[in-house]
């Protein structure tokens, strides 16, 4: 009998923003329907693989399973505007939009930055990050915790590593908000003609990191900054400032939204098992796995697309060549066949094999750094919170790409720092 799951579920933003990731349809799709092909209105139509292993196979076959047409599946308004011409971001591609081999030549370009033994020369900076967001809060109060923490932290420690200045910090969260408003109406503003503010929006940030690369390579620091706008490629040639200036981005935009949703979305899972948090607080050499825990629980990357370059067959079904599938990681994420209790928040699973970062050819660059983040941030909270309890319902984004919370209000009391 076939399985009466409505696709809309897995792709329309609204339904994210009003029931969350849908790990109801998910469970019985990995159960009865491992390979869904979803057809809707608005969106064109996709299959969705939901099982940890196929997710595996097919992140290790970028020989098959394609990047170049883009990781997400497009609603129909979307798909008629991808001709469009005009602003910055046109000729621009990023390594998420790439095949082997072009793809590991732009990857090598910053995977130096990106290793643990480098990131650890931002421990200090990142540690005093989640210090000074902390410190903000005062002593005691109510706040909303995304607003306040989740997403300044991670602004902090990206504009370090690509060199903004504290000062422009504010302008950069608002114009990347404006040009990456997923599709939430409380993001966008009323009224607005879309694709202009689109083209004045990419100029003004264009501007911007141009003023950053001519700084960096007149005076080269010890940043990813300068090691964008240094780079040569294989052959030898320097990166071209479409490739420079879409590498800005693509770290910028892939390192804030996933991290804040991920803190976001651990803090939320905290508030509503406080054992779990006082399991931190009392042991918090926990710490790296209970990161683990929260990037595996929010799955901030709900899915990424693939376009298959040739006929694949997978569970009986025939995926043709020029089709899309999108592999949803929040669903390997509550996979039995790999997790025990998949549906407990443990905050010392072990081993821990989640799919929150991917897998294969296009697995996060920028792992360790949002890891070493998200982790500073929670032994900081974990160290001086007296009281944390929830102030309010909680609400989500209208996203299903980078999915997360749009607010937890919380109310707190915190210890002043002692060392
Ligand atoms: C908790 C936070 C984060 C999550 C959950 C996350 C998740 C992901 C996922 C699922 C992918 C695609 C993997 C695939 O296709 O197999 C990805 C790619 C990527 N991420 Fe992250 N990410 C996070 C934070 C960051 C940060 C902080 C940075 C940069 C500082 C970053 C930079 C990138 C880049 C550049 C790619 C593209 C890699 C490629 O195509 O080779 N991410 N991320």
């Not at 298959?308 to 599938?325: C, F, P």
């Amino acid at each position: 009998m076939a399985i009466e799951i409505d696709p809309n579920d897995l792709i329309v933003p609204r339904n994210y923003g009003v029931g969350g990731q849908p790990h109801d349809a998910w469970t019985r799709l990995r159960k009865e329907a491992p390979v869904y092909w979803c057809e809707t209105e608005d969106y064109e139509p996709f299959f969705a693989i939901t099982r940890h292993a196929d997710i595996m196979d097919i992140s290790g076959k970028p020989q098959i399973f394609s990047n170049l047409d883009g990781p997400i599946i497009l609603d129909n308004v979307q798909a008629a505007n991808r001709e469009a011409e005009g602003t910055p971001f046109d000729q621009m591609r990023t390594i998420i939009q790439m095949d082997p081999p072009e793809h590991r030549d732009f990857r090598k370009v910053a995977s130096g930055f990106f290793t643990p033994r480098n990131i650890h020369h931002l421990d200090e900076i990142v540690a005093r990050s989640a210090r000074q967001q902390i410190d903000k809060l005062g002593e005691e109060g109510e706040c909303d915790f995304v607003e306040k923490i989740s997403q300044r932290h991670p602004l902090r420690v990206l504009s370090t590593i690509l060199g903004i200045d504290p000062d422009q910090e504010e302008r950069v969260l608002e114009l990347t908000q404006q040009l990456f408003a997923s599709d939430d109406p409380d993001l966008q503003r009323e009224g607005e003609d879309r694709e202009a503010a689109i083209r004045e929006l990419g100029l003004e940030f264009f501007a911007l990191f141009n003023g950053i690369v001519e700084d960096r390579r007149a005076n080269p620091r010890d940043d990813l900054a300068s090691m964008l706008a240094n780079a040569k490629m294989a052959d030898g040639e320097a990166m071209g400032p479409a490739e420079t200036f879409g590498y800005y981005l693509i770290v910028f935009t892939a390192g804030h939204d996933t991290t804040r949703n991920a803190i976001s979305g651990g803090l939320s899972a905290f508030l509503e098992r406080p054992e779990q948090f006082d399991l931190l607080r009392k042991n918090p050499e926990l710490s790296k796995k209970a990161v683990e825990e929260v990037v595996r629980w929010s799955s901030p990357v709900n899915y990424m697309r693939r376009t298959m370059l040739e006929d694949v067959e997978l569970h009986g079904q025939t995926m043709r060549k020029g089709q899309h599938l999108a592999m949803f990681y929040a669903s390997a994420n509550r996979d039995d066949a790999v997790f025990d209790k998949p549906f407990d928040f443990d905050i010392t699973r072990h081993p821990n094999r989640h799919l929150g970062f991917g897998t294969g050819e296009h697995f996060c660059l920028g792992a360790h750094v949002a890891r070493l983040s998200a982790r500073a941030l929670f032994l900081e909270l974990a160290n001086r919170v007296e009281l944390l309890e929830p102030a309010g319902d909680p609400s989500m984004i209208e996203s299903s790409f980078v999915v997360g919370h749009k607010a937890v209000p919380v109310r707190y009391e915190i210890r002043p720092a002692t060392n």
